[in-house]
């Protein structure tokens, strides 16, 4: 059975409007004025994380290469690429499931009174890691070209 609700782009729009909804709920109940800084900056770590190796992996390929890659692959490519990819690639994966496991933790928060106080934290670090993901749709056309193939 292929039920449309399983699809990406679906999952993607549940889990971006649950955290949005997170996100208002928890500011009209103020909860983002009295929170710790220093908390709400190492959510941003995982979102950030992933941007940053994504660009800077753009830039290390353009420089290495001389340019946008011409095939799928990373044949050919330099040891230190090939680990740099890796790594960009591990960051990306990490951010996207935590954008997609979110709602659930936002779920089962939500369920239980006590904490649900503490909805900012985790829907900040989805807010943070969709828009992350977002910014990466900016990159050069040759490199998502190659990223996503």
């Known amino acids: 059975m292929n039920h449309s609700i399983f699809q990406p ?6 889990s971006i409007v649950s955290i949005a909804v997170a996100m208002a709920w928890s500011y009209i109940q103020g909860q983002g004025s ?3 800084r220093r908390w709400l900056a190492l959510l941003t770590l995982p979102g950030l994380l992933a941007l940053v190796s994504f660009y800077s992996l753009a830039v290390h390929m353009h420089v290495r290469l001389s340019g946008w890659p011409e095939r799928i692959g990373t044949d050919g490519f330099p040891p230190d690429l090939i680990t740099h990819q890796g790594i960009s690639n591990g960051f990306f994966v990490i951010a996207l499931v935590l954008a997609l496991v979110i709602p659930t933790v936002l779920a089962l928060l939500a369920l239980v009174p006590q904490l649900r106080s503490n909805m900012i934290y985790p829907a900040f670090c989805g807010t943070a890691c969709w828009l992350c993901l977002a910014l990466t749709a ?3 056309a040759g490199f998502l070209q190659w990223w996503w193939d």
């Open 9 to 14: 782009i679906v999952l993607a729009a549940l």
């Open 34 to 36: 009295g929170r710790s």
């Open 138 to 140: 900016l990159a050069p």
